[in-house]
Nanobody, 124 residues
Framework: QVRLAESGGGLVQAGGSLRLSCEVS????????MGWFRQAPGKEREFVAV????????YYADSVKGRFTFSKDGAVNTWYLQMNSLKPEDTAVYYC?????????????????WGQGTQVTVSS
């Protein structure tokens, strides 16, 4: 069992920054791909950024490319999503997810483990 715990969400003004954290624990395997997804009210959960375990292959949704950065600190088994130049349309619950595959798919159905989510609200 893989356990994921997100933190770092909050309220920020447009143009501001936040850093989300995802602490990974439990029966981790050093080939699981990781992902950040988000879900706004009334919308489906969508892909934000995914990466293989090493961090060597990372992909971003077009809507966040150039503004968000997905990284990891292997020493503490924590993944981060640095979000800069935030926009009101970034408002959503953000979820960290782990896949049993080494391939960083963008399809949320490929991810077996999910955190509880953290709310990000960007005011205009």
């Amino acid at each position: 069992q893989v356990r994921l715990a997100e933190s770092g969400g909050g309220l920020v003004q447009a143009g501001g920054s936040l850093r989300l954290s995802c602490e990974v624990s439990g029966r981790t395997i050093n080939r699981n791909s990781m992902g950040w997804f988000r879900q706004a009210p009334g919308k489906e959960r969508e892909f934000v950024a995914v990466s293989n375990w090493s961090g060597g292959n990372t992909y971003y949704a077009d809507s966040v490319k150039g503004r968000f950065t997905f990284s990891k600190d292997g020493a503490v088994n924590t993944w981060y999503l640095q979000m800069n130049s935030l926009k009101p349309e970034d408002t959503a619950v953000y979820y960290c997810a782990s896949s049993l595959s080494s391939i960083p798919y963008t399809d949320r159905a490929r991810y077996s483990y999910w955190g509880q989510g953290t709310q990000v609200t960007v005011s205009s």
